[in-house]
Every structure is written in structure tokens, then in C-alpha cells.
């Protein structure tokens, strides 16, 4: 990979150390010309280190040009450690790819891809067992008791009783210092055993044989991919199955064939879905060779579980985006399921995307990737289409369950019919008929952002946060809430512009679907999941539960509520405003909705009876609607991929944003008409110039009281990006001009900045 690139390079940095508080302890070494082809970031090398020069390990992190040190003090690498690529050289590597592709310091990316150690002390468990056959203890036995030591004879008695003894029933029950008892086992009498107790996050599951059998198209699946790695053919596949088609049976038929092998497995699923439910069902079938990572596990329990991987005890890791970097030894396959989330993006610099850096990490490793969904993200079907990924489809739906019935309710009717409500006619009597025969519902109002905005009727004024480009959003409980930075004051029914008394919520939140249900249908049970009620430590787990038990008629809630979860008894889905998410001035504003839509009535009809999904929307003839009525991912995409790439949006080609923020409005806008202006400069005279699109305030101006301008660039190949990125960020790290600013990249965004 890209050697040729760093082919004149003439010094490295290294690290010596790979712990997380010595990432940015960098020493820089000179490569000797004969091993300037060999040393890549991530290769292990030996190095003279301090005063006496005494030889080293350490990983090259990056290459330089110049030197950052003194030149005269600046040692020479002794050599490169021959054997296979460590784990740590793998990460490494990938940190540099994130490096390179998404924008961000080598350290940054380092600390994302390196695990944190444990600082925090293990649990340990300490045993104590005879060193010495039984006869021989017995006679020691009735040797002390006759010379009344009785404090030993009582612990010895009792070891002989129990064979194993715990540290504190020696110590405590027998009242036997623990200082005697290690003079005992320097004696040879007795021996310590220490065992790390690992904290199990599910230790009341067990584990069950596979009670399912393939059925024919996942049976197909499952031979292709046995037939590919058992051939060392390592590829991306993307596994396009409809939703309940029995994808994740399918990976787990994968994971035994890599298992098979020897070989380990890295799941990543978004977090949200990280519940119970999921992460029981690789557990009854792998049992302990599971571990899991999500981000409400202490830090003690993290450890362990990176531990566990490293030791090589567990070989299918599963997690959430950053179980990624899970060091595993031996990769044979990383699955990703529900490819196409959002979640799967890194907010925080390196804004990396999963999917690909694990095509990434995958490469390196030599395995496979596979990606799973029932709607696909346009990249990865375009990719497929192109012949860059294997394209497997599940058509049906596993078991007897079949596809649900989709209906659309066109709000503009039922507005001319005079229906006000939040319920279509055509929602209501479904409705109604699920109260009847006691089956469930789900409730889906797809962006809690959007709930009940406060403006003036008179001069049209929006309230908004005083730190944010923002509007506030009505609570119930009588104030007004910044989403974005959490500021809150009191609900004023006045306008502070116009002092106009007309001012007014508007917009539809949870909680006034919630009032309005309780309205519409009296006595009916509603379970709400939002942000708001599942801040606290397994409040989300919770909900779902008590759904599950049937304690509610009604599951209403914001996309928390789409994601991988089987009821057999919920019929109706209802989206009750599916244009909520279509109009915002983002691209993937329809790809969005299309899987919202899709997902949310994917919840219909998992089991045994039929289900029903009511769509209410107001532009019932917008294509990502339609598609999603017909159950058509294909009708989706061909209208989706003409409008990408007429318009030169990802995957037909690729975006970099470079965001500025400052405190100060004008040093934000000049250091951002300065960047303009280099990147134009630079692209006078080549062919097919880097394009630089709405250059100016982001659409969010100001957030917590730091103000943003942003820019766009645009361009088919990625590695003209890259390359433009390299050359333009030592200039905005050491330029005086842009000290007062902070300069972020993101490659190919999920949202419009
Ligand atoms: P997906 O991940 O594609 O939504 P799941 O793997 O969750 O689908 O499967 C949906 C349901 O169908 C689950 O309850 C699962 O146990 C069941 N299922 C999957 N494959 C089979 C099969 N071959 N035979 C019977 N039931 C199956
Ligand atoms: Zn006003
Ligand atoms: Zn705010």
C-alpha cells in the first residue's frame, strides 16, 4: 500500500510505547536509504534510545520531509522487526488512513484507534489448593495439632475438607493470617492460584444449540461466502435482505465458517440496537467467545473486554462503531449491520466512517467485510453496482412472516375533509381496531428537532437560543429548550420583539402525540420513547421490556423506536409525519427518509399475524414515499443515484467540508475567505479543478456561542482531496493568520453543516 508515496521521506517519527498516555511522546529517527522502501507508518523498528543508546521497540507513526529537531542530534533506525504485522501495526495503519482521508492529527487519529488501558484493578480471584498429596497433608495435619498449632491445623483441616479454599474463607473462617499462608506455600505445601475475574455484562445467559435452519436463499448465501474464505478470497460483500429476511442468521452462519478457521470476527451494530435482545441472540449461540462493547460499560468492564480480545479468549467482538479497533489478532471477517446507519460516522475528529475504514482494516488484515441491510446506503449499492462489492439479496422474509400491507394517508385531504387532528381517519379506525383485539401499535414521528418551535404570528419572529443559530423547542412543562447546548428559560407569552401576545408553539413533539392519544382514545396505555425519556442508564432497555410484556397498547416514539426489535404481536405501524425529515436542504435528505420509512414499517408483522403500516404525509407523490409504499428499494435507488449524480453529490462524487469556528464572527469569516482563496489560487491551471461550493455561514451560523463558515469542496477523485487537504493543513497550523481560528474537515458528510 502506497509505499511509492513516502519513498522520499527521510525521517520517521516513533513511538516507543503504545499506551495511550504515551501517544504524543514522539522521537524522531533518520531512515537509512536502505530501508526507505520498508518503513511505512505502522512498521515496528528498532531504534538506539536514550543516553546509552540502548536498542529499542517502536512503531512508526509518520514520515516527514524535514526535520523537526535538531538534525545533528537526530539518531539513525537500526532496523525493521522482522515478523508478521502486529496488531498494533495494523492500527496504526489504519490510523494513518483516517489520518489521511478524513482530516485530523496523527495523534488524534491514534487515540481513536488505540484502547485505553486499564488503570482501574481487575477483580481478582485467588484460590488456594494443596500442593502436596492428601496422605502427606494429613500426617501434617495430625503433626501440628499435636504441637497445638491451631491456627494452621484449622486451616489445613479445613483445605482438606474443601480441597479449594478462597482467599477470604481461609483468612476470615479460619482465622489464618494471610502472611503464614504465604509462608506455607514458599514452604511447598500449598499453592496460590490468582484469576482475573472478568466482569460479564450478561452473565445470566446461556448458551443454546441453533434451533434454525437455513432456509434456501440464506443456505445460498452461507455456501458462497464458506466457498470465498476457504479459497483466502477475501472480499466486501453487501448482504441486501429485506428486513426480517434473517440477516443476522446469515452472519452468524459466517461467523462460524471464520470461526472454523481459526479466525476472529468483529460485529458492529449502531448503538441503539446494542440491547438485550441483539446481543442475546449471538450469545445463545456463541456463548463465551463473545464480547461486547458499548459505550455504558465502565471503564473496568471495557477493559476487561479488550483484554479478553487481546489474550485471544473471545473471537467475535460485538459493538458498537469503535469495537472497530478491537485488537484482534487473527481478523477473518467484519459484519456490519444496518450498514447504511448514521451512526456509523464519527462526530468527533477523525470524522471517520466505519464502513470504510473497515474495508480498510480489512485489507491489511486479509478479510472479509460484510455489510448487511435492508436499505442499503446508496454508497454501498453503488458500489455494488459497479462490481467493486459482491452483491448478495434476500428476497423473502424468513419463516412465514410476510412483507406488511403500506397505505398512505394524504394529509392534505383530510385537512380539505376538515380532520384537524394528529390522526388521519384512516390511522384512527386502525387504530381501533388493534385496541379491540388487544394487538399492539408503534408510533413513529421520525425528528424530535423538530417539536414545537415558538414563533410570533404578528411579526414572525422565531425565539431562539441566545448560543445557537437555533431555534428553542416547547416543553409541556412550560419552558423552552436549546437542543443543541441545553440552555432553558421560561415559556413568555410575549414576543420580545413586537411585545405582540400572539406568540405560539407550532410543530408536532412526542409529547403532544402523546396528549393527544390519551384524548383521541381514553384508557388507551402509551409507552414514550424519546430523548427525553431515556436519559437515564437503561431507561431505553426498560421501555422495551415493559412493551414486550404488553403493559402498553401503544409504542410511540422518535427513530429509537425502528431499530431491530421483534414484537410478534405489534400489526400497525404509523408513521404519523413522513415529511419531516424530506424537506431539509440535504442531500441525503431522501435517502433518509426512504429508510426511516422502510425501517419503521419493517416493525410490522414479525410474527405470526399480518401486519398494516399507514404512511400520513403530505406529498404522497415524492418518490422516496412511493418507493417506500411499494416496498421497492430498486424504485428508490434509480430515482436517487439520477439525482446524485446530476448533481455531483457522493458516491458519484466526493465532498470535503472544511469548517471554520472562531468566538470572533470576523476572524471566522476572514480566515475562511483566506482558505478560499489559497485553494483557488491552487487550482488555477489544472484540468478538472476541485469545485468550491457555498462558501459562507453555515447553516447552523452559530453554535454554543462559536460561529461557523463553511465551504464545500467537490471532486470525482478522492485522492485529489486528499492531496489538496495535505498540502493546505501545515498551512493552517503554523500560519500566525489562522491562530484565532479552529479548523475542522469532513470528508463526504452525513448532514449539511
Ligand atoms: P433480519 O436481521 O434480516 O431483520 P432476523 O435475522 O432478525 O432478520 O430474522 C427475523 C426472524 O426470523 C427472527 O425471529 C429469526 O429467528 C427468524 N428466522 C430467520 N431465519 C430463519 C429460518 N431459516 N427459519 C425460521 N426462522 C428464521
Ligand atoms: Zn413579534
Ligand atoms: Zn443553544
Same mark, same amino acid.
Request: hydrophobic share 40%.
Given at each position: 500500500?502506497?509505499?511509492?508515496?513516502?519513498?522520499?521521506?527521510?525521517?520517521?517519527? *516513533?513511538?516507543?510505547?503504545?499506551?495511550?498516555?504515551?501517544?504524543?511522546?514522539?522521537?524522531?529517527?533518520?531512515?537509512?536509504?536502505?530501508?526507505?522502501?520498508?518503513?511505512?507508518?505502522?512498521?515496528?523498528?528498532?531504534?538506539?534510545?536514550?543516553?546509552?543508546?540502548?536498542?529499542?521497540?517502536? #512503531?512508526?507513526?509518520?514520515?516527514?520531509?524535514?526535520?523537526?529537531?535538531?538534525?545533528?542530534?537526530?539518531?539513525?533506525?537500526?532496523?525493521?522487526?522482522?515478523?508478521?504485522?502486529?496488531?498494533?501495526?495494523?492500527?496504526?495503519?489504519?490510523? !494513518?488512513?483516517?489520518?489521511?482521508?478524513?482530516?485530523?492529527?496523527?495523534?488524534?487519529?491514534?487515540?481513536?484507534?488505540?484502547?485505553?488501558?486499564?488503570?482501574?484493578?481487575?477483580?481478582?480471584?485467588?484460590?488456594?489448593?494443596?500442593?502436596? !498429596?492428601?496422605?502427606?497433608?494429613?500426617?501434617?495435619?495430625?503433626?501440628?495439632?499435636?504441637?497445638?498449632?491451631?491456627?494452621?491445623?484449622?486451616?489445613?483441616?479445613?483445605?482438606?475438607?474443601?480441597?479449594?479454599?478462597?482467599?477470604?474463607?481461609? *483468612?476470615? +473462617?479460619?482465622?489464618?493470617?494471610?502472611?503464614?499462608?504465604?509462608?506455607?506455600?514458599?514452604?511447598?505445601?500449598?499453592?496460590?492460584?490468582?484469576?482475573?475475574?472478568?466482569?460479564?455484562?450478561?452473565?445470566?445467559?446461556?448458551?443454546?444449540?441453533?434451533?434454525?435452519?437455513?432456509?434456501?436463499?440464506?443456505?445460498?448465501?452461507?455456501?458462497?461466502?464458506?466457498? !470465498?474464505?476457504?479459497?483466502?478470497? #477475501?472480499?466486501?460483500?453487501?448482504?441486501?435482505?429485506?428486513?426480517?429476511?434473517?440477516?443476522?442468521?446469515?452472519?452468524?452462519?459466517?461467523? +462460524?465458517?471464520?470461526?472454523?478457521?481459526?479466525?476472529?470476527?468483529?460485529?458492529?451494530?449502531?448503538?441503539?440496537?446494542?440491547?438485550?435482545?441483539?446481543?442475546?441472540?449471538?450469545?445463545?449461540?456463541?456463548?463465551?467467545?463473545?464480547?461486547?462493547?458499548?459505550?455504558?460499560?465502565?471503564?473496568?468492564?471495557?477493559?476487561?473486554?479488550?483484554?479478553?480480545?487481546?489474550?485471544?479468549?473471545? !473471537?467475535?467482538?460485538?459493538?458498537?462503531?469503535?469495537?472497530?479497533?478491537?485488537? *484482534?489478532?487473527?481478523?477473518?471477517?467484519?459484519?456490519?449491520?444496518?450498514?447504511?446507519?448514521?451512526?456509523?460516522?464519527?462526530?468527533?475528529?477523525?470524522?471517520?466512517?466505519?464502513?470504510?475504514?473497515?474495508?480498510?482494516?480489512?485489507?491489511?488484515?486479509?478479510?472479509?467485510?460484510?455489510?448487511?441491510?435492508?436499505?442499503?446506503?446508496?454508497?454501498?449499492?453503488?458500489?455494488?453496482?459497479?462490481?467493486?462489492?459482491?452483491?448478495?439479496?434476500?428476497?423473502?422474509?424468513?419463516?412465514?412472516?410476510?412483507?406488511?400491507?403500506?397505505?398512505?394517508?394524504?394529509?392534505?385531504?383530510?385537512?380539505?375533509?376538515?380532520?384537524?387532528?394528529?390522526?388521519?381517519?384512516?390511522?384512527?379506525?386502525?387504530?381501533?381496531?388493534?385496541?379491540?383485539?388487544?394487538?399492539?401499535?408503534?408510533?413513529?414521528?421520525?425528528?424530535?428537532?423538530?417539536?414545537?418551535?415558538?414563533?410570533?404570528?404578528?411579526?414572525?419572529?422565531?425565539?431562539?437560543?441566545?448560543?445557537?443559530?437555533?431555534?428553542?423547542?416547547?416543553?409541556?412543562?412550560?419552558?423552552?429548550?436549546?437542543?443543541?447546548?441545553?440552555?432553558?428559560?421560561?415559556?413568555?407569552?410575549?414576543?420580545?420583539?413586537?411585545?405582540?401576545?400572539?406568540?405560539?408553539?407550532?410543530?408536532?413533539?412526542?409529547?403532544?402525540?402523546?396528549?393527544?392519544?390519551?384524548?383521541?382514545?381514553?384508557?388507551?396505555?402509551?409507552?414514550?420513547?424519546?430523548?427525553?425519556?431515556?436519559?437515564?442508564?437503561?431507561?431505553?432497555?426498560?421501555?422495551?421490556?415493559?412493551?414486550?410484556?404488553?403493559?402498553?397498547? *401503544?409504542?410511540?416514539?422518535?427513530?429509537?423506536?425502528?431499530?431491530?426489535?421483534?414484537?410478534?404481536?405489534?400489526?400497525?405501524?404509523?408513521?404519523?409525519?413522513?415529511?419531516?425529515?424530506?424537506?431539509?436542504?440535504?442531500?441525503?435528505?431522501?435517502?433518509?427518509?426512504?429508510?426511516?420509512?422502510?425501517?419503521?414499517?419493517?416493525?410490522?408483522?414479525?410474527?405470526?399475524?399480518?401486519?398494516?403500516?399507514?404512511?400520513?404525509? #403530505?406529498?404522497?407523490?415524492?418518490?422516496?414515499?412511493?418507493?417506500?409504499?411499494?416496498?421497492?428499494?430498486?424504485?428508490?435507488?434509480?430515482?436517487?443515484?439520477?439525482?446524485?449524480?446530476?448533481?455531483?453529490?457522493?458516491?458519484?462524487?466526493?465532498?470535503?467540508?472544511?469548517?471554520?469556528?472562531?468566538?470572533?464572527?470576523?476572524?471566522?469569516?476572514?480566515?475562511?475567505?483566506?482558505?478560499?482563496?489559497?485553494?483557488?489560487?491552487?487550482?488555477?491551471?489544472?484540468?478538472?479543478?476541485?469545485?468550491?461550493?457555498?462558501?459562507?455561514?453555515?447553516?447552523?451560523?452559530?453554535?454554543?456561542?462559536?460561529?461557523?463558515?463553511?465551504?464545500?469542496?467537490?471532486?470525482?477523485?478522492?485522492?485529489?482531496?486528499?492531496?489538496?487537504?495535505?498540502?493546505?493543513?501545515?498551512?493552517?497550523?503554523?500560519?500566525?493568520?489562522?491562530?484565532?481560528?479552529?479548523?475542522?474537515?469532513?470528508?463526504?458528510?452525513?448532514?449539511?453543516?
Amino acid at each position: 500500500m502506497g509505499k511509492e508515496l513516502y519513498a522520499d521521506t527521510i525521517y520517521a517519527d *516513533v513511538i516507543i510505547d503504545i499506551s495511550h498516555e504515551a501517544l504524543d511522546k514522539v522521537f524522531q529517527y533518520r531512515v537509512p536509504f536502505s530501508l526507505c522502501r520498508e518503513i511505512i507508518p505502522g512498521v515496528r523498528v528498532r531504534v538506539p534510545f536514550g543516553a546509552g543508546n540502548r536498542e529499542r521497540e517502536g #512503531y512508526v507513526i509518520a514520515l516527514k520531509k524535514e526535520p523537526e529537531y535538531d538534525v545533528d542530534k537526530i539518531k539513525e533506525i537500526y532496523g525493521v522487526v522482522e515478523e508478521s504485522l502486529p496488531v498494533e501495526s495494523q492500527l496504526i495503519q489504519v490510523a !494513518d488512513f483516517m489520518r489521511k482521508r478524513y482530516g485530523s492529527s496523527m495523534i488524534q487519529a491514534l487515540k481513536t484507534v488505540i484502547p485505553v488501558k486499564n488503570r482501574e484493578k481487575h477483580r481478582q480471584e485467588t484460590t488456594i489448593r494443596l500442593a502436596i !498429596d492428601r496422605e502427606s497433608a494429613t500426617k501434617l495435619l495430625t503433626e501440628w495439632e499435636q504441637k497445638h498449632r491451631s491456627a494452621r491445623a484449622r486451616f489445613l483441616k479445613k483445605l482438606l475438607e474443601t480441597g479449594v479454599l478462597s482467599k477470604t474463607e481461609a *483468612v476470615q +473462617e479460619c482465622r489464618f493470617p494471610w502472611k503464614e499462608i504465604g509462608k506455607l506455600a514458599a514452604d511447598g505445601v500449598i499453592r496460590i492460584e490468582t484469576k482475573v475475574a472478568y466482569r460479564n455484562p450478561f452473565p445470566d445467559l446461556e448458551q443454546k444449540e441453533n434451533p434454525v435452519v437455513l432456509n434456501a436463499e440464506q443456505q445460498a448465501v452461507a455456501d458462497a461466502f464458506r466457498g !470465498d474464505f476457504r479459497r483466502e478470497i #477475501y472480499r466486501t460483500y453487501l448482504l441486501y435482505g429485506v428486513t426480517g429476511s434473517g440477516k443476522t442468521e446469515v452472519y452468524m452462519a459466517f461467523i +462460524e465458517t471464520v470461526l472454523r478457521e481459526g479466525r476472529q470476527v468483529i460485529v458492529l451494530i449502531p448503538e441503539i440496537s446494542l440491547t438485550y435482545q441483539t446481543v442475546r441472540r449471538f450469545y445463545e449461540r456463541f456463548g463465551d467467545r463473545i464480547a461486547v462493547l458499548h459505550s455504558q460499560m465502565s471503564k473496568g468492564e471495557r477493559s476487561d473486554t479488550i483484554e479478553r480480545v487481546e489474550n485471544g479468549e473471545a !473471537d467475535v467482538v460485538i459493538g458498537a462503531r469503535s469495537a472497530l479497533f478491537a485488537p *484482534v489478532k487473527n481478523l477473518g471477517l467484519i459484519v456490519i449491520d444496518e450498514e447504511h446507519d448514521g451512526a456509523y460516522k464519527s462526530d468527533r475528529s477523525p470524522k471517520y466512517h466505519a464502513r470504510e475504514t473497515a474495508i480498510f482494516r480489512a485489507k491489511i488484515a486479509k478479510a472479509s467485510v460484510v455489510l448487511g441491510s435492508a436499505t442499503p446506503s446508496v454508497e454501498s449499492f453503488f458500489k455494488a453496482s459497479q462490481g467493486e462489492y459482491v452483491l448478495w439479496t434476500l428476497k423473502n422474509r424468513a419463516g412465514n412472516a410476510r412483507l406488511p400491507a403500506v397505505q398512505v394517508a394524504d394529509l392534505r385531504e383530510e385537512l380539505h375533509k376538515g380532520n384537524r387532528s394528529i390522526f388521519s381517519e384512516s390511522l384512527k379506525e386502525k387504530m381501533r381496531g388493534r385496541l379491540e383485539k388487544k394487538q399492539q401499535m408503534m408510533l413513529f414521528l421520525n425528528r424530535r428537532g423538530f417539536a414545537g418551535f415558538v414563533s410570533c404570528r404578528n411579526c414572525g419572529t422565531v425565539i431562539k437560543c441566545p448560543h445557537c443559530d437555533i431555534s428553542l423547542t416547547y416543553h409541556r412543562n412550560g419552558s423552552l429548550r436549546c437542543h443543541y447546548c441545553g440552555y432553558e428559560t421560561a415559556y413568555s407569552r410575549r414576543c420580545p420583539v413586537c411585545q405582540s401576545p400572539y406568540v405560539a408553539a407550532f410543530g408536532l413533539g412526542t409529547e403532544k402525540v402523546e396528549a393527544a392519544l390519551y384524548e383521541e382514545f381514553p384508557g388507551i396505555r402509551v409507552l414514550r420513547m424519546d430523548m427525553d425519556t431515556t436519559r437515564r442508564k437503561n431507561a431505553y432497555q426498560n421501555i422495551l421490556q415493559a412493551f414486550s410484556r404488553g403493559e402498553a397498547d *401503544v409504542l410511540l416514539g422518535t427513530q429509537m423506536i425502528v431499530k431491530g426489535h421483534d414484537y410478534a404481536n405489534v400489526t400497525l405501524v404509523g408513521i404519523l409525519a413522513a415529511d419531516l425529515s424530506l424537506y431539509s436542504q440535504d442531500y441525503r435528505s431522501g435517502e433518509r427518509t426512504f429508510q426511516l420509512l422502510c425501517q419503521a414499517a419493517g416493525r410490522a408483522g414479525r410474527g405470526e399475524k399480518a401486519g398494516e403500516v399507514i404512511i400520513q404525509t #403530505y406529498s404522497p407523490d415524492h418518490y422516496a414515499i412511493m418507493a417506500a409504499v411499494e416496498h421497492s428499494y430498486e424504485m428508490f435507488y434509480e430515482q436517487e443515484i439520477t439525482y446524485r449524480r446530476l448533481m455531483g453529490y457522493p458516491p458519484c462524487a466526493h465532498l470535503l467540508v472544511i469548517l471554520v469556528e472562531s468566538g470572533d464572527e470576523s476572524q471566522a469569516v476572514l480566515a475562511a475567505e483566506r482558505i478560499q482563496k489559497m485553494i483557488a489560487r491552487s487550482q488555477e491551471g489544472t484540468t478538472v479543478p476541485v469545485q468550491i461550493l457555498n462558501p459562507g455561514r453555515a447553516a447552523i451560523g452559530k453554535l454554543k456561542d462559536v460561529y461557523r463558515q463553511v465551504m464545500y469542496l467537490k471532486h470525482e477523485d478522492v485522492a485529489t482531496l486528499e492531496a489538496l487537504r495535505g498540502r493546505l493543513e501545515p498551512v493552517l497550523e503554523n500560519h500566525p493568520l489562522f491562530a484565532g481560528v479552529q479548523i475542522q474537515f469532513d470528508f463526504d458528510p452525513m448532514s449539511i453543516y
